[in-house]
């Protein structure tokens, strides 16, 4: 059995797409997951499975789609792929809660640095194989008002998560 993460993008944001992490697990319970479990209220699911990642990830946003009646992206990783871009992370440097990895399904695509807008003087951003890191600046998250047109297709976690997610995928193999 492989330890997998499935992220999922926009539930549990401001009040809207509200999904409850017990439903979460219920769902991949029902979907046949191995030993589901969640992690903070964003959509962060650990499981086993012997199936494909795209085949995971089509079970899981058909099955959410039915539950939440509309569309909810997924990007599934492996446990090793967790902890890869965990140990990756070109920003060591840079407070965890301060650096966002966004997932995406696809690898990214080649013109993504030159579509990015808004990037402050501060901000540094590298492409990795499948995600999008970026070290905030002294504005933090929050406040920034960079905007990473192919990052939309996809989800983000700070380094802390992944960091945890990766920590917690292992224990499942």
């Given at each position: ?45 650990l ?23 509309r ?54 951003i ?48």
């Amino acid at each position: 059995m492989t330890g997998y993460v499935a992220l999922l993008r926009s539930v549990n944001l401001l009040g809207n797409s509200t999904l409850k992490m017990a439903q979460l697990r219920a769902i991949a319970e029902e979907v046949g997951l191995g030993s589901p479990r969640t992690f903070i209220a964003s959509g962060n699911l650990l499981f086993t499975s012997k199936l494909a990642e795209a085949e995971l990830r089509r079970t899981l946003e058909q099955r959410l789609e039915a539950h939440m009646e509309r569309s909810v992206k997924v990007i599934v990783r492996t446990a090793d792929e967790m902890e890869l871009v965990h140990r990756t992370n070109p920003f060591p440097d840079v407070a965890g809660n301060n650096v966002l990895a966004f997932f995406l399904n696809d690898p990214a695509p080649a013109d993504l640095l030159a579509t990015i807008r808004n990037l402050s003087h501060d901000e540094r951003i590298v492409v990795g194989r499948r995600e999008v890191y970026v070290a905030y600046g002294e504005r933090g998250i929050g406040r920034s008002r960079l905007k990473i047109p192919a990052a939309e297709a996809g989800t983000a976690r700070n380094m802390n998560t992944v960091a945890k997610l990766a920590v917690l995928a292992r224990e499942l193999e």
